[in-house]
C-alpha cells in the first residue's frame, strides 16, 4: 500500500523567503517527503540544485526515487543534519544560497504503526527518526529512573502531570507497546478529558528525547549559518514552542554585534553578527505563519511557524 502522501508547509513562503534563483546551491537538512525540495528545483531552474538530508534512511530512499527525474540537479544522502557542514563539503555544495530546516516529521511516518510514532496505532514503542541506531522509546520507558522520566516528561512535553504519569509507567514496565503506554498514561490522569489525548505531550516528550532533536538544533543551527554565502538565507520551519524557542534565541543572538551581559558596560565579547533576520513580508522580525486556507487545506500546518534570516560578511 503507498504511504500517506506528506503535504509540504508553508511552501509558497520557503522558495520566496529563502529568495531562491536560478543556478543557486540549496540543503534541504530534512528532506522528508521531498516537497520542499521540489518546490526549490522548480524554482531554481534550469541549473539550481540541491542536497537533501534526512536520518531517516527509509525518507532518504523514498525522496531519491521520487526526485529523480531532476538528474543531477538533486542529491539525497542518508545523514542528520547536525553533519550538514561536513556533507555540504563533501558533496561539493559549499557555500550554500540556501539552507532550510522542516523540524516536523512526515504524515508516512506517523501513520507507520512499525515507527510508532503515534498513539492511535498499536505498534513497537521505538519512536527513532534513524531506525539503524540509538535507544528506542520503550528503552527510555523501561530503563529510566522515575525521576529522569519526571524530567523529560516535563521538560520536553511540558506535561504538567509529570511525576504521576512516570510513577504510573514505572509502575507498569515493561511497556513496549504504543497502545500500552497510552493506556498507562490515560488511566494515570484519570481519563481522557477535552480535545487534547493525554497521551499526546507523554509522546512528544519521548520523541523528542530519543532523537536528541533539540539539542541537534542548536548544534546544527550555527553549521548551517557557517555554510551560507553572503546573501544566502536561513529558513526553519518549527511546529512546537520548544524548538521555536531555541531558534528565535539564536537568530537574536547572532543578529547583533555584542551578547554580553547588560551589567557589563564595555563590550568584552568580540561578537560579531552573522545573520539579519527577516520578518513576514520582509518587514520586521515576526515568524511567517500558514494563511487560514493552508490551514484548512492541511490542519496540521496550523502550529507552524517559518523563521527567516540572512547570512551577513561579518
Request: hydrophobic residues 40%.
Given at each position: ?61 523514498r ?11 538533486i ?104 497502545d ?29 528525547a ?8 542548536e ?75 493552508e ?7 496550523r ?9 551577513v560578511?561579518?
Amino acid at each position: 500500500m503507498e504511504p500517506v502522501e506528506h503535504i509540504p508547509v508553508l511552501t509558497e513562503d520557503v522558495v520566496r523567503g529563502l529568495s531562491v534563483r536560478a543556478g543557486g546551491r540549496y540543503l534541504d537538512a530534512t528532506i522528508g517527503g521531498g516537497g520542499h525540495t521540489r518546490a526549490i528545483l522548480e524554482a531554481s531552474a534550469p541549473d539550481g540544485r540541491v542536497l537533501g538530508l534526512d536520518a531517516d534512511a527509509e525518507a532518504a530512499h523514498r525522496a531519491q526515487t521520487r526526485l529523480a527525474a531532476y538528474g543531477q540537479r538533486i542529491v539525497v544522502v542518508h545523514a542528520s543534519y547536525v553533519d550538514l557542514l561536513s556533507v555540504a563539503k563533501g558533496e561539493g555544495f559549499y557555500p550554500l544560497d540556501g539552507v532550510l530546516f522542516d523540524l516536523g516529521f512526515s504524515s508516512w511516518q506517523i501513520e507507520d504503526p512499525a515507527r510508532g510514532f503515534s498513539f492511535s496505532l498499536s505498534g513497537p514503542l521505538d519512536m527513532r527518526f534513524n531506525t539503524q541506531s540509538g535507544a528506542t522509546a520503550a528503552d527510555l520507558v523501561n530503563e529510566l529512573s522515575e525521576e529522569d522520566l519526571i524530567e523529560i516528561l516535563y521538560t520536553y512535553g511540558e506535561e504538567p502531570r509529570s511525576r504521576q504519569i512516570a510513577r504510573a509507567i514505572v509502575r507498569a514496565r515493561p511497556l513496549y507497546t504504543t497502545d500500552a503506554l497510552s493506556d498507562v498514561v490515560t488511566e494515570a490522569v484519570g481519563g481522557r478529558r477535552g480535545a487534547l489525548h493525554p497521551a499526546t505531550r507523554v509522546f512528544q516528550a519521548l520523541r523528542i528525547a530519543v532523537n536528541r532533536e533539540l539539542a541537534s538544533i542548536e548544534t546544527a543551527l550555527p553549521d548551517a549559518v557557517a555554510a551560507l554565502k553572503p546573501g544566502g538565507r536561513l529558513g526553519v520551519i518549527s511546529f512546537h514552542s520548544l524548538e521555536d524557542r531555541i531558534v528565535k534565541r539564536f537568530l537574536q543572538r547572532e543578529s547583533r554585534d555584542c551578547i554580553c551581559p547588560p551589567e557589563i558596560p564595555v563590550c568584552q565579547c568580540d561578537h560579531r553578527r552573522t545573520v539579519r533576520v527577516i520578518g513576514a513580508s520582509g518587514k520586521g522580525r515576526k515568524p511567517v505563519v500558514p494563511s487560514a486556507a493552508e490551514v484548512a487545506a492541511n490542519p496540521r500546518s496550523r502550529s507552524a511557524k517559518l523563521r527567516l534570516a540572512e547570512r551577513v560578511d561579518g
